[in-house]
């Protein structure tokens, strides 16, 4: 019997049904085979045999730990299979760049208890995505240690063996008068992450560009057989990897070396389609190239008497370096990245690093006066444009204290049970109240097109056949034209540019032959739904849901991370533990940023919501928030449905995560029965 047999496939599975030693079979199923270990998995300790060659005393070795946590290193449109190859991709890119051959990894992991286990966006597709990527960099996997957290935690440790002895690539090796080599072209990141992450538009690029750009954020590659040439060869003095963005990597490297460095604007080898995409958004070229971060690529320093042999070698390897600036020697205390128009121009910009910072841009603003700097930290909020922002004075000055004080709201909201990672239909499908809101015949009109499809074969209770109704109705988004309208009056012109594209990506991705309605039968559209229900859904996909049912999503205006959603930071959390509040007293129009937060997330879930709460990577509807009159602010009372067993449960505010995000929606009856008409005329309801 194979393991795979003796655990069981089950798609609906989550982390918590099989418990950790269960889970430790599917790691050795899936990685074991990459390692030749003394001591195996299944024991509290590695032990591996190193074979040196003969002629060599030893060997020097190099190893990096690095760490991928989901709530700031994973984008929302990334799965867990790309995440696990993210996080070796992360790691083993600081072991090439010191010309050391990665060899070994040990990787420590994370999981929240209801993570789905198989699929894509489950644990087992974690692993497939580090086995991958460990296969692809010829990594030998040799151990690690499981643990249960709040949200998915990835710290892989990568061992390398450096091809001379007692000898790496170093930051501080770089020379006066080195060239400066990137072994890939800028801004394909920078673009990327604009395309997904702030919704710039990219419908004018050709579609290899705008792939070629997405691409490069969700599957993030780094260079091989590059560095550890360079070292054989003594053909490299200084180096570092661009992860946290070309800039800050050649000022790291300078600042190493106690030595400035000059860019030639002539030579920079920029990306194709990068300038045409930051003319059309009006965007900072400079920002995009050199402070996007996650290139993965490498910078090199070479000296000038050899920098041609070099330049033929890899040429001749096809594997193309760029030269695009030199190190020069400092003229003050200062370390000085300098921007010219060419080698011979005496004018010049002096550049600050700012670099990758968890998603969060940062704008360089550049004086062109010689050695005079100015610099802006502008964090770039990209804003919605599908419906006008709340604006909180507004409506916190209509608050009624008596409302306030009302401990039963939502009574109405019913407790459902979830498929196996279908957390945010759920919470969504809870948050609507569908009993009350009578959206409970249109959803089994909905059922019954399905099941007569299936013919009759799926027997479940309303909960569960419901949330694959929900999925049907994202799913014809995609396929059907009547909802792409739905889908425009939502969003715009950023659906058809960027929210449905990704939609495309993400229902079809494992189903390629799906190419329209025509190609897919019946058997075929139950094995996706199937599928696709248990898959996590992103806060779009859930906003795009509610709006069928005239639920509109209310972004907050004063947002900070582009999601709408309302969240706590850790020194409001901390700073208002032990803060009393009278409802009597406070002034509701001039209200400090967290109750006003605060009575916003309440004022949503007296006018009934849906109010969803997304704790790291795990949907929730919120019932209630209880604040009493007179108490701390500790003591307000968040009541919630948490769809992973269909329970009610009670938390305090200084509970909550930094992670945390509060999602608001609010019904408008006129809109359902609008949007009802032009989908009953689609469905033929």
Known sequence: MSKKSKIGYDRNLLVRDLGETKLIEIIEMILGHLGNNIINGSDDAIAFEVIFQKNLDGKTLVSNTDMLVSTTDIPKQMNLYQAGKKAIVMAVSDILVKGAIPKWCIISLGVPPFLKVYGNNGFEGLIRGLRDCCKKYNIEYLGGDLNQTKEIIISPTIIGE????KKCILRSGAKCGDFIVSTDKFGKTGCGFQILLFKKS?????????????????????????????????WTNGSADSSDGVLKTIYEICKASNLNAELY????????GVIDFVKYNNLELNDIIFNAGEEFLHIYTISPNKINEVLEYFNNINKKLYVFGRIIKKDSENIEIRLKKDEKDNNYKILEPKGYEHFIKTHIKINKAVNKKTTINEIQIPQFEFIVPIQPANLISKIDEELLKKEKQNEDMPHFRQFGGACGLTSLLMGLKPYTRKFDTFLNQIWNILNE??????????????????????????????????????????FENTILPILKHRIVEEHQHLKSTKTINSNELKNLLMDRVNVWKMDFELILIAYIFGCVFKPYSKTTDGTGAIFFTENELIKYSNIKINLGSLDLNNLDTFLEKLFLIKKYVIKGGPVLLCAS??????????????????????????????????????????????YLFEFNKDLFISNFGIIKNSLNL
């Open 265 to 272: 604007e002539n030579q920079l080898p920029i990306e194709d």
């Open 453 to 494: 499809k299936f013919q009759k074969s799926l027997n479940y209770d309303d909960s569960h056949k419901w949330q694959i109704a929900l999925e049907y109705l994202l799913f014809l988004y995609v396929f059907k034209k009547e909802f792409q309208s739905l889908g425009k009056s939502l969003y715009k012109d950023e």
């Open 617 to 662: 990577i795990h949907w929730m509807a919120i019932k209630d928030v209880i604040v009493v009159p007179n108490a701390h602010l500790k003591d307000v009372v968040i009541i919630y449905h948490d769809p992973a067993d269909g329970i009610e449960y009670k938390k305090n505010l200084t509970n909550l995560d930094i992670s945390d995000r509060f």
């Open 202 to 234: 990219s419908q004018f690029l050709p579609l290899e560009h705008k792939r070629k750009f997405i691409q490069s954020v969700l599957e993030p590659e780094t260079p091989i057989g590059i560095g550890d040439i360079l070292l054989k060869n003594d």
């Open 162 to 165: 450096s091809p001379v002895n």
